[in-house]
T-cell receptor, first 114, second 114 residues
């Protein structure tokens, strides 16, 4: 069956360290992968998108890698800050004949301690 | 900026009531989506629509229906609300095209069915 798995446990790190979140998938062949941030009581907000033929994408303190052989994406936040505390969701972009749809992982809750 | 609005932030309904959740987007997006989000289960797709008057079942359509009479509006209907439909409901929209697009989410409606 198709499955998307993110870090099973919540992640706690110290301010200034690099947070690394994982997203593994099985039985999908996504064309693209996206990462979102969600704060409590709010809708997810888009952060980054990476194509299947891209190995790495960066945006400010964020970096995403995408390994279609391992079926894994890693999401890094460097020089983390308490304001980075949130739940981070990965989403696979599945292209179908009539369009595309996103399938989301459960999310990883990140807490950055001052 | 793209704006996706949902008719209510919080809603309390009784078992058996018919419930309407409304979603409006202001950016002329073709694609609209309804998700529910539950702890431990993540975001699950209920229904989506690629165009006016079109609808497609997502992963968990049972107990729900949708209506898309105008491009900017996508309604989720619970024909006879049940307690297991207590959840956070999120609407999203996304354009169609050859470019890759992120999904824009509304703020969510927290529905409690008693």
């Amino acid at each position: 069956s198709q499955k998307i798995e993110q870090n099973s446990e919540a992640l706690n790190i110290q301010e200034g360290k690099t947070a690394t979140l994982t997203c593994n998938y099985t039985n999908y062949s996504p064309a693209y992968l996206q990462w979102y941030r969600q704060d409590p009581g709010r809708g997810p907000v888009f952060l980054l998108l990476i194509r299947e033929n891209e190995k790495e994408k960066r945006k400010e303190r964020l970096k995403v890698t995408f390994d279609t052989t391992l079926k894994q994406s890693l999401f890094h936040i460097t020089a983390s800050q308490p304001a980075d505390s949130a739940t981070y969701l990965c989403a696979l972009d599945i292209v179908e004949t009539s369009g595309s749809r996103l399938t989301f992982g459960e999310g990883t809750q990140l807490t950055v301690n001052p | 900026d793209v704006k996706v609005t949902q008719s209510s932030r919080y809603l309390v309904k009784r078992t058996g009531e018919k419930v309407f959740l409304e979603c409006v987007q202001d950016m002329d997006h073709e694609n609209m989506f309804w998700y529910r989000q539950d702890p431990g289960l993540g975001l699950r797709l209920i229904y989506f629509s690629y165009d006016v008057k079109m609808k497609e079942k997502g992963d968990i359509p049972e107990g729900y229906s949708v209506s898309r009479e105008k491009k900017e509006r996508f309604s989720l209907i619970l024909e006879s609300a049940s307690t297991n439909q207590t959840s956070m409901y999120l609407c999203a929209s996304r354009p169609t095209g050859t470019n890759l697009y992120e999904q824009y989410f509304g703020p969510g409606t927290r529905l409690t069915v008693t």
